[in-house]
Nanobody, 124 residues
Framework: QVQLVESGGGLVQPGGSLRLSCAAS????????IGWFRQAPGKEQGREGV??????????HYAGSVKGRFTISRDNAKNTVYLQMNSLKPEDTAVYYC???????????????WGQGTQVTVSS
């Protein structure tokens, strides 16, 4: 059974850091592009793409709002993808989800397998 499980969320003060993990079971993460998305409270427009890492060449992609603050990486031995989040801001508050694409590249990927999400709250 294909499953993605996010962890590492929590409450952090502005300027703080968190590292989210996305652990896979039932399939090998290394064969797929993996994306991180978030949905902020009260946002009607759905989930926002935050970052993505390709498996074809390891290239990484970031939304403009997180570029320079967030870093996506993968540990194939642990079948896990991480999202290191630094210099967190209140506007980063959201439920964060990871998802597997239908191929090796981020561009044009159809993200069909999703985790249950982990809450990140940035507040003083």
């Amino acid at each position: 059974q294909v499953q993605l499980v996010e962890s590492g969320g929590g409450l952090v003060q502005p300027g703080g850091s968190l590292r989210l993990s996305c652990a896979a079971s039932g399939f090998t993460l290394d064969y797929y592009a993996i994306g991180w998305f978030r949905q902020a409270p009260g946002k009607e427009q759905g989930r926002e793409g935050v970052s993505c890492i390709s498996s074809s060449d390891g290239s990484t992609h970031y939304a403009g709002s997180v570029k320079g603050r967030f870093t996506i990486s993968r540990d194939n031995a642990k079948n896990t993808v991480y999202l290191q989040m630094n210099s967190l801001k209140p506007e980063d508050t959201a439920v964060y989800y990871c998802a597997a694409g239908d191929g090796r590249t981020c561009f044009g990927a159809d993200f069909g397998s999703w985790g249950q999400g982990t809450q990140v709250t940035v507040s003083s």
